[in-house]
DNA sequence: CAGGAACCTTACGACAACCTTAAATTGACT
DNA sequence: AGTCAATTTAAGGTTGTCGTAAGGTTCCTG
């Protein structure tokens, strides 16, 4: 439900203080995972190392404005960004938001607005794709009930563990494509799935067994050397 | 590029000065299909029947308030919406964004702003899945599905290995034009690439003969002695 | 036209990437 | 405090990709 909490947020602003209290905010409804940056350099450090969901900027920074940080990170990422702001004239704000800024907040600001505005965001922006129903499909002989979690072959029915269904469904969704086993991974594990490659393989054994007439000679489920795996759908339902 | 401008808007606002206002600001930025209501009945008819892809709710309504109209619309519809109000207060705003509201803006406001947060609600919501997917084209009578990492030719599909792939990748990105062997190695070893020459000779030899009809007199993965290599695209798909 | 440089072509062995199985661990439910 | 299923770890086995090398071809230049 309230997992948009796990996000990780980054706030950039030069002034401590300001920063602490953002911080505070942010934890008090929540948010654990909260990077701090003091200036443009540090935040775009922060930005390529931890890969935070949602940025903060402030308007005001020691080495450049938010406007040029907003553009330095545009040039690599797309994740959202509020601004922050105490010069709240207009051209400002129509700047910050022509740029591709998701909000614009003028100073002094209610914090649980900031929050409300974050929230927003974070809703829109990371809603899993909405497809609330899985689909159900065929692959030869079997038919992969996502919805219900369940193979069923020849009479037979093989139900799925949770991380046998989690990596189905990205396969599924990349049906016809490689999907890396970092991809792979991450949808399964999160962001920190570094060492779980022989896990991964032992998942992928066990799908096949389940969806494959001969689990060791793949026929859906194939492995691309190198690059990752690939679920073939022929048809679709 | 500006398929925004095709979404179906609502307003929804009793006088009919500010609404016409507000339609024009719209119709001058590109948009053209607009809705109009009066009151929260009105907006609910047009939800119902026309589907609006974005809402602008007034607070103030004849028979109700655009908080209680958001709760009905939410019934059935996750449409997103920004609420327009001359009520500036605290508790207005917390409200307005705590039931689901997109964005809250306080009249008098700037009609470009409007527009702004009018488009970074559109792009967040109706963004296609991001689309970083590697592309498909046509080199005579191989196609190259870079995403699948195979080429199908005469009724022939051929997987392209990790290499063959990451090289194919980096000539696409520069179809046309000359990639020089350092490039393509560094693309494929990484900067410590020194003495893999040969070793890139046999890659294009091994992608010569996925692709190209007669591999030793090649059509579209031409050599440019002295400089590098080049890949010809005639047509894209 | 000789000679060298740049590039091509083929084949083969090593090894990283991947598979497979089984045992150990975790965690949920009694 | 015990059982069972799901997951992870571990370890040995398999194989396809990659890199090397060695001989061939083409192109350029003197």
Known sequence: MEEWKQKKALIVEDELEIRNMIDGFLRKEGFSRIFHAGSCKEALVICASDKPDVAILDVMLPDGDGFGLLTSIRRFSQIPVIFLSARGEDEDRLLGLGLGADDYIVKPFLPRELVLRLLVILR??????????????????????????????????????????????????????????????????????????????????????????????????????????????????
Chains 1, 2 share one sequence.
Not at 145 to 170: F, P, Q
Not at 203 to 210: F, N, S
């Open 124 to 237: 829109r922006v990371y809603a899993p794709p909405k497809i609330d129903r899985l689909p159900v499909f065929q692959l030869g002989d079997s038919t992969i009930d996502l919805e219900a979690a369940i193979v069923t072959r020849d009479h037979h029915e093989y139900a799925l563990t949770a991380k046998e269904h989690a990596l189905l469904r990205k396969l599924y969704e990349n049906r016809g494509r490689i999907v890396t086993s970092d991809a792979l991974c991450q949808s399964v594990w999160g962001d920190d799935y570094y060492g779980y490659e022989n896990t991964l393989m032992v998942h992928m054994r066990r799908i096949r067994e389940k969806i494959e007439p001969c689990p060791s000679t793949p026929e859906y489920l194939l492995t691309v050397r190198g690059l990752g795996y690939k679920l073939l759908v022929k048809e679709e339902l």
